[in-house]
């Protein structure tokens, strides 16, 4: 029996078993949403706007490990979702949107809300395709969980025209399909990892780089055990973080530009780098002539294209990453490095990772502190800029806990609407949003989704009254110049304002009276004997009341992130 | 380390899909690597077609741009030509316009020499086809431009495929 376009849409989402679709409506989906309308299954959230409906997706996929799944309509509605796929595609996160479309006897005519969405996309997704036949609906949606789920995930955009929505055609759904020009990896050249297995072996001074790759792939176990067995010294990426427990004795730190003096220098100095689900970015590598100079490169990633791109390896391992290592741990044997190990304690003692705390105000590193004691399990969620590199720097990973953040894009205004993403995925578990007073009023218009639907996040702001990543820059290299980075300055202001004084304008908006009106408790900390008091008011009352609640702390505008690697600079090469 | 920049011939499998082309062709403009020529046509099966691409690049760089078509999903396969014995020609027509009867023989004796084909011709005009291979269809248009006053020339890129003797 023949059914329509929307009718196979909604069963197709239901044979994948599709539990919540992020969406927001537009005449190119009424056909849609309105089939949506009978298929009690699917829980659809409504967001505010198309770029905070994507991350929500991409919160909802980094809780679960779930793909994400987006509805928007033609034009606007397309477009503005494009930063938050981008978002997801450097971050390797599944998703499918779904864009509506003009019908196809309008496309090219600069119809009302038409834009060619898979034009402007095709860069930034794993596929994207329009459907031009409504026979070929149920393949290409398919195909699209298929893509987005499999080898290195990333987002799919498929965009169905109206008039496909509303044709009759097959009611049939396939079970599987066969794309022959994608085959996801699967398996490990085992040649391959026997010889990065050797060179590792034979190491006096090696190190392990864990990267997201540990983290998408549920590698983090795994990755713990190999790195006892064999007793090796781990550094991550911000992505990977809590690829091995951040107590563990043998993790050194984060590596690269704001990574630990101790993690730089160590790798710096190594003579085998065995590096795992990363694609060493700008940010890790610094100046990629003196990255890790004096070592050989071993390479494991499930993308073939992220292989020998940054730097050159001596030895790539095509494959996941849990497959490797279980593989390896067959062959493990404890190495005897043990004056290598001292070497790099020296340096962790030498230069340990702590902020110097001011007395006046309060301290990024002690609020984030107050986090690791009052919360065992938590999904934490950050925005971009300082707030985010103090993060990565001092929460603590343990089993139960989880980092979400934007490492590849770093896009501003992804905090708030990833942690309403992942609270909805997973209602009983806490999920705290640690974002900047900047980035905050990016997607601040989530909040009445977070309302709507009992996502129960805690909000902290780190308020810095200033765009704090860019000002650092500022004060650092541009002689104080704080050209549009003070959210405070206003028409009127002294136009060469060398930083805040008493006679500062107030600040924009109250958070607290702006959270009062969605009806969202919320408290401005600024002392530190009232984190923890706070902390677990919020746990309170986000449990009873199921509904968000607002931390505002009131930082000082001077703190800076450190240590810190110029831009081009060797990473061994640190402010501190 | 050695940068080794040189040509290099890729042949592409691709689905004969609306867009693709633009796929391909956004990914060597978003990437900046420097595409030369890129033709396309369809094969044996309605639903495939074959590219024929040029680059300029550096063995990594190489490399990397092998590996991205491979990521694409629309590529169903990748032949890298560079080291693999082949045919190549290329279309090109030549209009000598503006020349008497002495320049028109020193046109088909150009002809005669580099087999070409003249295909239309009026009173002031020559038009030649020819179908070498770039390289040759390069020596042509400098020959034509220091022997003519003026030429038109258009080129329609090269299309390879593999010699049968490869194996
Ligand atoms: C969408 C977007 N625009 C601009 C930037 C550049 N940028 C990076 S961090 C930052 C400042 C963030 O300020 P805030 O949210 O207050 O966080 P803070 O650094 O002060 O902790 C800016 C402007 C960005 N990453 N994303
Ligand atoms: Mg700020």
């Not at chain 1, 055990?225 to 010294?233: D, I, N, R, T």
């Not at chain 2, 956004?26 to 690597?33: A, E, I, N, T």
């Not at chain 2, 396969?77 to 000598?96: F, G, P, R, S």
């Amino acid at each position: 029996m023949d059914i329509t376009g929307r009718k196979l849409f909604v069963r197709a989402l239901q044979e994948e078993g599709v539990d919540t679709l992020f969406a927001y409506p537009g005449g190119m989906i009424n056909e849609l949403t309105d089939e949506l309308y009978k298929a009690d299954s699917i829980r659809v959230v409504l967001g505010r706007h198309e770029q905070g409906v994507v991350h929500e997706a991409e919160g909802y996929s980094r809780e679960t490990g779930r793909t994400g799944v987006v509805l928007v309509t033609s034009g606007p509605g397309a477009t503005n979702t494009i930063t938050a796929i981008a978002d997801a595609h450097y971050d390797s996160i599944p998703l499918v949107v779904f864009t509506g479309q003009v019908p196809q006897n309008l496309i090219g005519n600069d119809a009302f809300q038409e834009v060619d969405i898979v034009g402007m996309t095709h860069s930034v997704v794993k596929y994207g395709v329009t459907v031009r036949n409504r026979d070929d609906l149920g393949r290409i949606i398919k195909m699209a969980f298929f893509i987005a789920s499999t080898g290195r995930p990333g987002p799919v955009l498929i965009d169905i025209p109206k008039d496909i929505q509303i044709q009759s055609g097959s009611s049939e759904y396939p079970d599987t399909v066969d794309i022959r020009g994608y085959k996801p990896i699967s398996g490990v050249h085992i040649g391959q990892l026997k010889k990065a297995y050797k060179l590792l072996s034979q190491a006096e001074r090696p190190m392990i780089l864990a990267g997201g790759g540990i983290n998408i792939g549920h590698a983090n176990e795994a990755l713990t055990e190999f790195v006892h067995k064999m007793g090796l010294p781990v550094v991550t990426t911000i992505m990977g973080r809590g690829a091995i427990p951040t107590d563990d004795p043998y993790f050194i730190g984060n590596l690269g530009l704001h990574g630990s003096f101790a993690s730089n220098k160590a790798v710096s100095e190594c003579d085998v780098l065995f590096s795992i689900g990363t694609r060493f970015n700008d940010r890790i590598t610094g100046d990629l002539n003196e990255f890790a100079p004096h070592a050989k490169i071993i390479h494991v990633d499930i993308d073939t294209s992220s292989i020998s791109r940054n730097v050159v390896v001596d030895v790539p391992v095509v494959s996941d990453a849990i497959t490797a290592l279980v593989k390896m741990m067959e062959w493990a044997k404890p190495l005897k490095i043990q004056s290598w190990i001292e070497e790099i304690n020296n340096l962790k003692s030498e230069y340990p990772l702590e902020m110097k705390k001011k007395k006046e105000t309060l301290c990024p590193e002690t609020i984030i502190d107050g986090i690791n004691t009052c919360f065992k399990e938590a999904t934490v969620v950050t925005d971009v800029g300082q707030h985010q590199m103090w993060t990565s720097q001092f929460l603590a990973m343990r089993k139960g806990t989880k980092l979400i953040t934007s490492g590849g894009l770093g896009t501003m205004g992804f905090g708030l609407p990833a942690a309403i993403g992942a609270k909805i995925a997973d209602p009983d578990r806490c999920v705290i949003c640690i974002t900047g007073d900047g980035g905050m009023q990016m997607n601040m218009q989530e909040m009445a989704t977070a309302v709507t639907n009992n996502a129960a996040v805690i909000i902290c702001i780190f308020n810095n009254q200033y765009l704090g990543m860019v000002r650092q820059q500022q004060q650092l290299f541009y002689g104080k110049r704080y050209e549009i980075t003070c959210l405070r300055r206003r028409t009127g202001c002294s136009p060469d304002c060398k930083g805040p004084s008493d006679a500062c304008p107030p600040y924009v908006p109250d958070y607290v009276k702006w959270a009062d009106s969605y009806g969202v408790s919320a408290v401005r900390v600024e002392s530190e004997e009232a984190i923890i008091p706070t902390f677990e008011q919020a746990e309170k009352v986000t449990k009873a009341k199921k509904i968000p609640f607002l931390i505002e702390f009131m930082i000082s505008s001077d703190e800076l992130v450190l240590p810190m690697v110029k831009n081009g600079s060797p990473i061994s090469d640190m402010i501190l | 380390m050695d940068r080794n920049v040189t040509d290099r011939w890729i042949a592409l499998y691709v689905e004969n899909e609306v867009g693709v082309l633009a796929m391909v062709s956004g990914l060597f403009s978003g990437k900046s690597y420097n595409l030369r020529s890129l033709t396309v046509g369809t094969t044996e099966r309605d639903d495939i077609s074959r590219m024929t691409i040029e680059v300029e690049s550096d063995d990594i760089t190489f490399e990397q741009i092998k590996k991205q078509l491979n990521t694409m999903v629309e590529v169903i396969k990748v032949i890298d030509l560079t080291e693999v014995k082949m045919h190549m020609n290329e279309i090109m027509y030549a209009v000598i316009p503006g020349i008497d009867t002495e320049k028109k023989s020193e046109v088909f004796r150009i002809a005669q020499v580099f087999h070409l084909k003249p295909i239309d011709i009026d009173e002031h005009t020559v038009m030649l086809l020819s179908s070498l291979a770039p390289d040759k269809n390069d020596d042509l248009v400098k020959l034509l431009k220091r022997t003519f006053h003026r030429i038109e020339i258009t080129r329609g890129g090269a299309v390879a495929v593999e010699s049968l003797n490869n194996k």
